[in-house]
């Protein structure tokens, strides 16, 4: 994919970042979710009292996606936290992506307000995936 798209898919997350409903950790994170025809769907996390409850920003935009029939994807960019430590995807959202994002599909992770993105892969982050194919 080209540098130019992962930058306007950051600028998304970081768009839906500013919707992060996070009283109580206050760690706001944002997701850009690129389908294969080009749609772009985004997410934060919503805190809940219960905090249990709390639906990362990853899952947010994915859930989107696939409750709209999408079920193909081709990128995903990922905001929250500093340049020095930026926010990386939860293992709950890894397994849910990987139920419909190939190993190879690039993920960027950047800070939340500003700073590089570092790009890696899904399987990078999960690899040996436990996926439909394993059924
Ligand atoms: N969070 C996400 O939205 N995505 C991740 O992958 C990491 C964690 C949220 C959940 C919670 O609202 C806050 O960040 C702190 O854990």
């Given at each position: 994919?080209?540098?130019?798209?992962?930058?306007?898919?950051?600028?998304?997350?970081?768009?839906?970042?500013?919707?992060?409903?996070?009283?109580?950790?206050?760690?706001?994170?944002?997701?850009?979710?690129l389908?294969?025809?080009?749609?772009?769907?985004?997410?934060?996390?919503?805190?809940?009292?219960?905090?249990?409850?709390?639906?990362?920003?990853?899952?947010?935009?994915?859930?989107?996606?696939?409750s709209?029939?999408?079920?193909?994807?081709?990128?995903?960019?990922?905001?929250?936290?500093?340049?020095?430590?930026?926010?990386?995807?939860?293992?709950?959202?890894?397994?849910?992506?990987?139920?419909?994002?190939?190993?190879?599909?690039?993920?960027?992770?950047?800070?939340?307000?500003?700073?590089?993105a570092?790009?890696?892969?899904?399987g990078?982050?999960?690899?040996?995936?436990?996926?439909?194919?394993?059924?």
């Open positions: 994919m080209k540098s130019h798209d992962m930058e306007r898919l950051v600028a998304a997350a970081r768009n839906a970042a500013e919707n992060s409903y996070s009283p109580y950790s206050r760690y706001a994170v944002g997701a850009a979710l389908d294969a025809d080009g749609g772009v769907w985004t997410g934060c996390n919503v805190e809940n009292a219960s905090y249990g409850l709390t639906m990362c920003a990853e899952r947010t935009a994915l859930f989107k996606a696939a709209e029939g999408r079920r193909s994807f081709r990128a995903i960019a990922i905001v929250g936290g500093t340049a020095d430590a930026p926010a990386v995807p939860c293992g709950a959202c890894r397994q849910t992506l990987a139920e419909f994002c190939a190993p190879d599909m690039p993920v960027a992770v950047a800070p939340l307000r500003e700073g590089e570092t790009l890696r892969t899904l990078d982050y999960l690899p040996h995936a436990f996926t439909p194919a394993s059924l």
